[in-house]
Nanobody
Framework: QLQFVESGGGLVQPGGSLRLSCAAS????????IGWFRQAPGKEHEGISC????????YYADSVKGRFTISRDNAKNTVYLQVNSLKPEDTAVYYC??????????????????????WGQGTQVTVSS
């Protein structure tokens, strides 16, 4: 059974950093595009980053570009999202998702939530002083 275990969320002050982890079981991450979405209260899901299987192509939403970095450790079957320079508007539940292997190589589709078949349970990130 395909599952994610997300971790690393928490309460952090503005300007702080966190590293979110998405550990997979039941499947090999490298065979999928892995993405991160977030959902703030009262708002829709926002695709913020992805990394493709195979060549590791990455994309970022403009709202996080330069502050967030996605990476994959195939040996640990885990994808990470390093989030730096956090702002209050980054407060949201962050979800790890999996979709077709080459989805992230397509710059026009990767941020669509319906492109992904598997979703984790989410981890809360709260940015507040």
């Amino acid at each position: 059974q395909l599952q994610f275990v997300e971790s690393g969320g928490g309460l952090v002050q503005p300007g702080g950093s966190l590293r979110l982890s998405c550990a997979a079981s039941g499947f090999t991450l490298d065979y999928y595009t892995i993405g991160w979405f977030r959902q703030a209260p009262g708002k829709e899901h926002e695709g913020i980053s992805c990394i493709s299987g195979g060549d590791g192509s990455t994309y970022y939403a403009d709202s996080v570009k330069g502050r967030f970095t996605i990476s994959r450790d195939n040996a640990k079957n885990t994808v990470y999202l390093q989030v730096n320079s956090l702002k209050p508007e980054d407060t949201a539940v962050y979800y790890c998702v999996a979709g077709p292997q080459d989805l992230c190589a397509d710059g026009t589709r990767w941020s669509g939530e319906y492109e992904y078949d598997y979703w984790g349970q989410g981890t809360q990130v709260t940015v507040s002083s």
